[in-house]
């Protein structure tokens, strides 16, 4: 990357910085603003032609609108994935009649067996999904793995534990 670019890209960094980590942090919160923040100005690096871009500012500020659409589109998708208790449904109480009983056993080990027949990184994925809550983001980042590749690790298994379910 040629001097010219660097030296203009920091400039840009540091007249508009303040704005942007104010409109992140009112779209996704602090927790994530930097984060986008960050995304935002290496988004803009890797713009071939920076140069010619008319309003910087305003560019940097789609940018930011767009990487906020992005996380809250993948927050959405990640609670389409329901925790292990919303597969089985609410426990009986212990006035239950015996069928149901009967029946809420017989789905929770059916839901085990098929969680044990997944694939080693599948299950890992649901697992920390599922039962440590964790986010996709957090997940990719303790495996080492793209988003993207959890989202279908974690399709793959609860495509599979509701066929179990049956």
């Not at 660097?6 to 009112?26: G, K, M, P, Q, S």
């Not at 500020?61 to 292990?84: C, G, S, V, W």
């Not at 990719?140 to 989202?151: C, D, K, N, Y």
Request: proline share 3%; charged share 35%.
């Amino acid at each position: 990357m040629s001097e010219k670019k660097t030296r203009f890209i920091r400039d840009l960094f540091e007249r508009n910085r303040r704005a942007l980590t104010a409109y992140l942090t009112r779209r996704v919160g602090a927790e994530d603003a930097s984060d986008l923040l960050q995304e935002t100005f290496v988004r803009a690096l890797r713009h071939e032609r920076l140069d010619d871009v008319a309003d910087p500012p305003a560019f940097l500020q789609q940018i930011a609108a767009n990487l906020t659409r992005d996380l809250a589109r993948r927050r959405r998708t990640e609670h389409k994935y329901l925790a292990f208790d919303q597969l089985l449904g609410e426990r009986p109480s212990s006035e239950a009649r015996q069928d149901e009983i009967v029946d809420y056993e017989r789905r929770a080990r059916r839901l085990r067996e098929a969680i044990e027949a997944l694939p080693p990184r599948c299950r890992e994925v649901f697992e920390f999904c599922a039962f440590e809550d964790l986010s996709f983001r957090e997940i990719a980042l303790r495996l080492g793995v793209t988003e993207r590749m959890v989202r279908q690790h974690m399709s793959i298994a609860m495509q599979r534990c509701w066929a179990a379910l049956g």
